[in-house]
């Protein structure tokens, strides 16, 4: 359904003026100290730490860091996901032997295996590249595969009558017919690749936003760890805007459930 | 070209039982032939014309092609429903068989364009599927199935999910782009009536409770072409009609009696 115009409206306005007043009141509580400065600094102290942040050069290293870590993560974790995720969507034999593995090895903590990846490739970049493809890979196995499997068959009937070969069964109807799904796999993917990369940078890392985190914390500027939490967060809602966006580029059909 | 179904069975394997869905089904459609196939439901209809698509094989006996040295001829398919992607326009949809076959772009969108021109559905040609009523979607599918231009149409109850004034129209429009072309018709359908006015020959199909579907009988259509909506309260009409109900009236009731 597509909401009338002026309920538009009243959803674009309604994110903005509740941060506001949230932060209003934050300010407020802060300044007079209901709560306590030290542990929640008022929102413009925060605003300015950023400022600093940025303006000193401190915050661009760490930011880039992060975003090389979840890229490079993303691509080498997901492509392989998505592409034994349809495999297994399409295929019955492929499922039943791989699907157990997948379901045994899918809710292990990802960060669990970063000290084993750590003994095998050392304390590298590559180790913490690894945790994010291994937390990015399963997201996107798992919604590739229920993407191929909610494919009603009468599709694949529909394309072999018309004479289409397996190679063309994957472009018109796995891939299509999978895509609104792969597309929340994405997403899963980013979400969860997010969190792995600054768990990982916390414990383990020179530069990025986790690290930024951790030595604000053990330096006690409060105000930096709020900037580096707000930071997170708005990255986390562009991307997720981003892809929302482009879903409903990528399959204009699909105005029903799974969007 | 003919089609030649050579006495052909099926059975498949369905909980630890077996069930025979079709046994020893000869028929026989000569090219140009309209042939309609009626039963209740559950008697191997569909399964006979998925065998001659090629997309089930039979448990014995043969469904070969006259006239053809080798391989399978083009068949086209169209379905009761579900049949048309949803991720495609109306315009890819028609000319999706033709881009199987590798016809450029430009003259297959030309000409699935001029096709839908004839179903009257020339602007609707951009839409996705879902965005039109089910009698325009079947529409669509017959107008894929023709563009197609297949030796062999098959059609599996094609206009069984439309209303009834709907149907009719579709019937007319249906024979029209038939009558343009003469391919050869196998045409599904549980609708008596439809199956007279539609069809050269109509065969009967019983067979059910577990025996497997078989041809109960046969009967030539010689009313007139075209025939027009008189032509469907005409007398003749209407002994053809009872004829072909009296010959599945027990396999109807059977039905009715295993029903829970």
Not at chain 1, 58 to 81: E, K, W
Not at chain 1, 182 to 198: H, K, P
Not at chain 2, 130 to 137: A, E, F
Request: glycine residues 8%; positive net charge.
């Amino acid at each position: 359904m597509t909401p009338a115009p002026d309920e538009h409206r009243a959803e674009r306005w309604a994110v903005p003026v509740a941060v506001l007043v949230a932060a209003a009141m934050w300010e407020w509580a802060s300044r007079h100290a209901v709560v306590s400065p030290l542990f929640f600094p008022p929102p413009s102290e925060i605003a300015r730490a950023l400022g600093q942040l940025v303006s000193e050069g401190t915050l661009g290293p760490h930011l880039r860091a992060t975003l090389t870590r979840l890229a490079i993560g993303l691509v080498c974790g997901g492509i392989p996901g998505l592409a034994i995720g349809l495999m297994m969507g399409w295929s019955p034999r492929l499922r039943a032997a791989f699907d157990p593995l997948v379901a045994a090895l899918h809710p292990l903590p990802k960060i669990a295996v970063l000290p084993l990846v750590m003994m095998i490739v050392g304390i590298g970049e590559a180790s913490r590249v690894i945790v994010v493809a291994v937390a990015a890979f399963f997201p996107l196995l798992v919604n590739s595969m229920a993407g191929v499997r909610q494919i009603h068959p009468l599709y694949f009937e529909a394309a072999e009558a018309y004479g289409a070969s397996r190679r063309r069964v994957l472009a018109h109807v796995v891939v299509p017919g999978s895509l609104p799904l792969v597309m929340t796999g994405v997403r899963l993917a980013f979400n969860v690749g997010m969190l792995i990369a600054i768990s990982v940078e916390l414990v383990s890392a020179r530069e990025g936003l986790g690290k930024l985190l951790w030595v604000s914390w053990q330096s006690m500027r409060t105000e930096d760890v709020y900037a580096a939490l707000v930071v997170i967060a708005v990255l986390g809602a562009g991307f997720n805007a981003l892809l929302g966006w482009l879903t409903a580029r990528l399959t204009p059909w699909n105005t029903g459930h799974t969007r | 070209m003919r089609v030649v179904v050579d006495r052909v069975s099926k059975q498949h394997v369905h909980r630890g039982r077996t069930v025979t869905a079709l046994s020893n089904v000869s028929l026989q459609v000569a090219s140009g032939e309209f042939v309609a196939v009626v039963g209740a439901s559950g008697c191997g209809k569909t399964t006979l014309l998925k065998m001659i698509a090629g997309l089930q094989s039979p448990t014995s006996g043969r469904v070969s092609f006259d006239g053809v040295v080798d391989g399978r001829p083009a068949t086209a398919l169209v379905f009761q429903d579900h049949g048309l992607f949803p991720w495609m326009t109306v315009v890819e949809n028609v000319a999706f068989g033709m881009r199987m076959r590798g016809t450029p772009r430009d003259a297959r969108d030309r000409q699935a364009r001029a096709l839908l021109q004839r179903v009257g559905l020339e602007s609707e040609g951009d839409r996705y599927p879902h965005t039109l009523s089910v009698g325009m979607q079947q529409r669509v599918n017959i107008a894929r199935a023709f563009l197609y231009d297949a030796h062999v149409l098959l059609m599996d109850e094609p206009l069984a999910s439309l209303d009834a004034l709907t149907k009719l129209a579709l019937q007319q429009e249906l024979v029209r782009l038939w009558e343009a072309r003469r391919n050869a018709v196998v045409y599904v359908t549980h609708d008596i009536e439809e199956a007279v006015m539609l069809a050269d020959r109509v065969v009967i199909m019983k067979g059910h409770g577990g025996t497997g579907g078989a041809i109960a009988d046969e009967i030539a259509i010689s009313l007139p072409r075209p025939r027009d909506l008189q032509a469907r309260h005409a007398g003749q009409t209407r002994d053809l009609a009872d004829h072909v109900w009296r010959v599945l009236e027990d396999d109807v009731r059977a039905q009715l009696a295993v029903a829970p």
